[in-house]
Each structure stands twice: as C-alpha cells, then as structure tokens.
C-alpha cells in the first residue's frame, strides 16, 4: 500500500478541569479546521485522534495549547503523530459528554492523579519480572489482535466492564504482593482504572506512560515484546509493530464471538460509509 503523500494522525488527551467544555468545544471545532477525527471534551479534560497535514497539524497543536480562550489548560500538551497510508476519518467531530472516558464506577476523579508511568525501557524490564501481573486494558477484540508478551486478558467487551474483572481478583493480587502493571493503547484507560483501583482497594499499578502506540514508535525491536497488531480506532484498523497498516480484516476483529456480530455489522456500514 503506497502512504498517502503528506497525511498524518495524532493522538492526544489529558485529564483536566474544564469549566466551560461547549465552550472549549468551539474553540477546538475552530482551531481544527481543515482535520478530521473526533475529539470528546468534558469536565474532566480532552481525548481526541485527528488526522490531516503535517502543516495543518503544525498550526493546530500549538494554538491548542495556547489559546487565551482555554485559559492554558493545555499548555503541555503532548501529541502521538504518526504517518497514515489510509486515510482515518472523513469528517471532523467534536462532542461534549459526561466524561471523556466512562469506567462505569461514580467518583472517579483523576486529576492530577497519574500514577507511577513507566517509560518504553522500564517498561520492557517490567515484562521480565517474575511474577508480574500485565493486565491488558483493552477490550478483548483489541487483545485477539495483539498484546504484549505475557499479558493477562480481562475478556471484556467494554471498558466498563473492567471492575467486575479487577474486583474479582483484587484481594488475589493484594495478598500476593505481586508487582501489578497495566497498559492501553495511548495510556487515557489506564491513567483513569489506576486511580479507581488505588481508591478502592488499595491497589498500586504501574503504568505504560504513552500507552501501547509510543512504545512501538520508539523501540526500534518492539517485536521482541509486541506479538501481533495493535487494534486502531479509526478506519486503519490495525498496525504492525513498526507502526505500519496491518493486515486484519474486520472479521479478523470482530468475527470471533457471537455477542460481537453487532460490533462487526456496524463497522462494515461505517467502512462502506467512508469507501
């Protein structure tokens, strides 16, 4: 597959209070002009994936973090840029909900709360600890695709179905003593379940700082310790573990359970939407 010349995507979220998210929501629907993707806002902060050129990029992550009109709530921060050979998305949307990222549990507060993060080699280190429990936050599609050597499969549908899975084994693991770590495709799941699991059991996590997508873009033989491809959001499907298109087909993600053939027929309507 030949790269689209000069198209890219970034990832990006951070936990922060907004006052106003419809108005910051403007602002972004202002600033991103000329992108497509979806960012989502709320009063707990951002999480959005946009993709365009590199020089409309160039304008965009700048003035985000520093328009006068999000009062510097952004200063900081960081982008995951990647060259795309499919184009993402086909239109721009900005939404304002509840939460950016809904766990399924009340009072979750992770602000200013991230957690240990380990980076790429600390992380790889981690991996070849004795003993370690490597909780893949993820869906179980996501992990079917691809996942880190050694990694425990929670089997879930949906992110909130993750605490019934963590309270079923908490006490487990808090009685074991055993070094507990967690990783997601860009770190927002895991950044969120790390602050639930501390204020409800006790629970100390360690985290992939920058998540499954940094890990391959900087470990030059991220292969020794990603098996398989990592499952995308957007009409890419998936990619290799040097960041290149993979190769599943949507069957490939969704074709493996009966309870996910709504999954597999809503994501074929939306990729003859977007052909």
Not at 199 to 206: M, T, Y
Request: aromatic share 8%; proline share 6%.
């Amino acid at each position: 597959m030949t790269p689209l010349p000069d198209l890219f995507h970034i990832a990006f979220y951070r936990f922060v209070r907004l006052d106003d998210p419809q108005r910051a929501a403007a602002v972004v629907r202002e600033l991103g002009d000329g992108l497509h993707g979806s960012v989502l806002l709320a009063v707990e902060g951002v999480n959005g994936m946009l993709a365009g050129p590199a020089a409309v990029l160039d304008r965009f992550e700048p003035a985000l973090r520093s328009d006068r009109r999000l009062g510097g709530v952004f200063a900081g921060l960081s982008f995951r840029r990647t060259a795309c050979a499919v184009a993402p998305f086909r239109r721009l949307k900005v939404h304002v909900r509840a939460e950016v990222l809904p766990l399924g549990v009340p009072a979750v507060d992770p602000l200013g709360r991230r957690g240990v993060q380990l980076d790429p080699a600390q992380w790889r280190a981690l991996l070849d600890v004795p003993g370690a429990v490597v909780i893949d936050n993820r869906n179980g599609y996501e992990f079917r695709l691809g996942r880190f050597r050694g990694a425990l499969d929670p089997q879930v549908g949906n992110f909130r179905d993750l605490p019934a899975f963590v309270a079923a084994h908490a006490a487990e693991w808090k009685a074991e003593r055993r070094p507990l770590a967690m990783y997601c495709t860009g770190g927002i799941r895991c950044e969120k379940t790390a602050v639930w699991m501390e204020d409800a059991f006790g629970l100390e996590v360690a985290q992939l700082e920058g998540g499954i997508l940094r890990y391959l873009a900087e470990v030059p033989d991220a292969d020794r310790d990603w098996q398989g491809e990592c499952f995308v959001f957007d009409n890419r499907l998936s990619l290799d573990a040097a960041l290149r298109p993979g190769t599943a087909r949507l069957v490939d993600v969704y074709g493996h359970a009966p309870d996910e053939a709504w999954r597999l027929a809503r994501a074929r309507r939306l990729a003859a939407d977007t052909a």
